[in-house]
């Protein structure tokens, strides 16, 4: 009897361990984490691109301090300098790390929803201004896509953080 009952135990770690690593964001996860590691070439050529327009703004410092737009600029950019977004190694992703990208995301879009209620901009720039609005809203739902992924495998929460990678890249 005694013996059935260690069997059984070590059948239900098992499983539980086996669990853990297919489905790291279940409910049974004791560590709801994944290890993403994003492709170096897309990294690369978004850290010049975050790099160049931070080059940009810094030398229009002088010409727009007053500026509302200009002055609200960091706060909007910082949605885009996370580490997993810049990091060409393995990065930890875990269920606070999606609350965290999930409350920047918002603040930026209430940032930007103040600026076009706030601000008279050309129609140009109003067009821009939307559809940066809208993508911000469709970064908002994705991030949520995949905080409510609890059943969804390692490969498909790699596929889906994949895509909220290039989603934030094509925002930016």
Same mark, same amino acid.
């Given at each position: ?38 492709? %170096? @070439?897309?990294?690369?050529? =978004?850290? /010049?691109? &975050? ?6 703004? $810094?030398? #229009?410092?002088? !010409? ?57 901009? %050309? @129609?140009?720039?109003?067009? =821009?201004? /939307?559809? &940066? ?6 970064? $908002?739902? #994705?991030?949520? !896509? ?27």
């Amino acid at each position: 009897m005694r013996r059935i009952a260690v069997v059984c135990s070590v059948i239900i770690l098992v499983l539980l361990l086996v669990s853990n690593w297919f489905y790291p964001f279940s409910s049974i996860s004791l560590n709801k984490t994944l290890v993403y590691n994003a492709d %170096n @070439i897309i990294v690369d050529d =978004y850290q /010049k691109e &975050l790099k160049q327009f931070k080059k940009d703004y $810094e030398s #229009e410092t002088s !010409t727009t301090k007053n500026d509302p737009t200009f002055n609200r600029m960091p706060f909007i950019l910082s949605v885009y300098e996370q580490p997993w977004l810049l990091s060409k190694g393995d990065t930890a992703i875990s269920k606070d790390s999606l609350d965290r990208m999930l409350a920047e995301v918002r603040e930026s879009r209430e940032i930007i929803l103040l600026l076009a209620f706030e601000e008279n901009y %050309n @129609i140009s720039t109003k067009s =821009y201004l /939307k559809m &940066l609005l809208d993508q911000t809203l469709s970064l $908002e739902e #994705e991030i949520q !896509t995949v905080q409510q992924s609890n059943m969804n495998t390692r490969k498909t929460l790699d596929r889906q953080f994949r895509n909220l990678h290039v989603h934030y890249i094509s925002n930016f």
